[in-house]
Nanobody, 127 residues
């Protein structure tokens, strides 16, 4: 069973930065062959795609709302994906989930294409 564990959330002031990490359990899937993404959900809102990192490396996707402020990256040796969040705004407040693309070798910003999800980490940006 795939296990994804996020960390790095917290409370930060507007304009601050946070770095989220997501570690994938060993032996459950071939990490380097799957695209990984970050998806968030604010209270009372639909879940929203944030960023994705293509399995083959070098290509990323971002939601317009975070483009230029967030950076997704991965370390295949550590089976970890990161989300560097800069210039944070109150509207970035949400639970952030790490997720794995359902199909090996694909790449998408459609949250329905992601299957395994972590437990989420809370990010709160105060104004």
């Amino acid at each position: 069973q795939v296990q994804l564990v996020e960390s790095g959330g917290g409370l930060v002031q507007t304009g601050g930065s946070l770095r989220l990490s997501c570690s994938a359990s060993v032996g459950t899937f071939t990490f380097r062959l799957y695209s990984m993404g970050w998806i968030r959900q604010a209270p009372g809102k639909e879940r929203e795609f944030v960023a994705a990192d293509r399995w083959s490396g070098g290509i990323t996707l971002y939601a317009d709302s975070v483009k230029g402020r967030f950076i997704i990256s991965r370390d295949n040796d550590l089976r970890t994906v990161y989300l560097q969040m800069n210039s944070l705004k109150p509207e970035d407040t949400a639970i952030y989930y790490c997720a794995k693309l359902y199909r090996m070798g694909t790449f998408s910003n459609d949250t329905n294409q992601y299957d395994a999800w972590g437990q989420g980490t809370q990010v709160t940006v105060s104004s």
